[in-house]
């Protein structure tokens, strides 16, 4: 009985979409308080088929690094540097992961970097221009990454703007919630040599 479910344990972890889950995720997926999950969880560490990257969480091999660092600290969610990239607005490859949350912190785990910058409580948790994802990986639009960026640092340098909405980046100046950034925000654009459109 035992192996039994251990096996229904694995089953359920490796038949749902998230890669990262905390000890409360994998109750809720088998649907009952088991008084021994810790023990059973870290008995699969040891043999191979599950890992365990930060105390209390657990995580599939070959687990989404994203999901990762939205359920360390919540709430999340990944922005800045992350989103130029890949977003054309700055060329400089920078492999780190970074996010907004309500501390500073630079974490490594596996060779991997994550960094998480310190915003205002009422922008943090203000869910404009943050795309949720049903695998607990929240990430900023382009544009709200540029606004955090800036509200973060005001003199904050650019590559490329011409991949940002204006239209966008003026519905979400209101999260920040301040005519002096709103004035930042003006300066940098005016100055761009690829404004937005």
Do not use: H, W
């Amino acid at each position: 009985m035992a192996c039994g479910i251990k096996k229904d344990i694995i089953f359920e972890i490796y038949k749902d979409s998230r890669t990262v889950f905390r000890i409360n995720d994998i109750t809720l997926l088998l649907g009952y308080v088991d008084n021994l999950l810790y023990q059973k969880l870290n008995y699969f560490v040891k043999q191979g088929k599950l890992l365990n990257p930060r105390r209390g969480i657990y995580a599939k091999q070959g687990y989404k690094l994203e999901e990762l660092a939205c359920i360390l600290y919540t709430p999340t969610y990944i922005s800045l540097d992350y989103v130029f990239q890949r977003n054309s607005i700055n060329f400089q490859f920078d492999s780190a992961i970074t996010n907004i949350t309500y501390q500073n912190r630079e974490l490594e785990i596996d060779n991997q970097i994550i960094r998480y910058r310190q915003i205002k409580r009422e922008i943090l948790v203000n869910p404009a221009g943050i795309l949720l994802n049903q695998n607990n990986i929240n990430i900023a639009t382009p544009e709200r990454a540029f606004l955090d960026q800036i509200y973060l640092n005001k003199n904050s340098y650019f590559d490329s703007l011409n991949s940002l909405k204006m239209e966008k980046i003026n519905n979400l100046l209101p999260v920040y919630n301040s005519q002096s950034f709103n004035k930042s925000v003006t300066k940098i654009i005016n100055n761009a040599k690829y404004p937005p459109t």
